[in-house]
């Protein structure tokens, strides 16, 4: 197994270990933790990997080796949420001046996003009712 799938996944266990910490400390504080942990967790996770993604480019203050932003952008980040990726998609369309395009990706990923869940929830509990 190469080093960058390696580091990718390392990466996304933690971040998956850290979106699991958030909804523990949720709990432990009182509050509900199912939505305001996913919440939480896709507005953190959409700031962290936009700031990654200005700061560790190859010319940025912060410049890393490209395994090590993957480690941190598409593993720790897309284990923390993978919301974090699709908001960085819709901002790289913005910052390109793809307004239109950015929209439709917005709206299309949301939409379909949830229409698929729909149908999966649907189909499978029809499933499951056969015995």
């Known amino acids: 197994m190469n ?21 523990d400390l949720l709990a432990v504080a009182g509050l509900e933790p199912q939505l305001i942990s996913t919440l939480a967790v896709n507005v953190a996770g959409s700031l962290i990997i936009g700031a990654l993604a200005v700061l560790t480019a190859e010319n940025a203050r912060f410049a890393i080796h490209e395994r090590y932003r993957q480690f941190l952008m598409a593993g720790f980040c897309g284990g923390f949420t993978t919301f974090s990726i699709f908001s960085a998609e819709a901002v790289s369309l913005l910052q390109a001046g793809h307004t239109a395009q950015a929209a439709g990706y917005v709206l299309a990923t949301v939409l379909l996003s949830i229409a698929a869940c729909w149908t999966g929830w649907v189909f499978a509990g029809r499933y499951n009712a056969i015995r």
């Open 3 to 23: 080093r960058l799938v390696m580091m990718v996944a390392l990466g996304s266990a933690l971040g998956g270990m850290a979106r699991h910490g958030v909804r």
